[in-house]
């Protein structure tokens, strides 16, 4: 690509350029990704792993208003 600013592009340039970056910021995403799970797999893991409160814990709100008064 000659130009070197996005300004100077031509429309074809520009749509060439957008894709080009799109195509890379893909294959790293596809290539990093190592979680070989199915779905149904990762919210079988969520439900074995949440966590619930116990009854009359302070909820979050209420924890970030302790924190931000002292």
Same mark, same amino acid.
């Given at each position: 690509?000659?130009? @070197? ?6 429309? /074809?340039?520009? *749509? ?5 970056? %799109?195509?890379?910021? %893909?294959? %790293? ?7 070989? #799970? ?7 893991? %969520? #439900?074995? *792993? #949440? ?10 709100? @209420? ?5 931000? /008064?002292?």
């Amino acid at each position: 690509m000659a130009t @070197e600013r996005v300004g100077d592009m031509t429309m /074809d340039e520009l *749509n060439s350029f957008v894709e080009e970056k %799109i195509d890379k910021r %893909i294959q %790293i995403v596809y290539w990093k990704r190592t979680d070989t #799970r199915t779905m149904d797999e990762v919210n079988e893991s %969520i #439900r074995r *792993n #949440r966590w619930t409160p116990p009854p009359g814990a302070k909820s979050s709100l @209420e924890l970030l208003r302790e924190d931000r /008064d002292r």
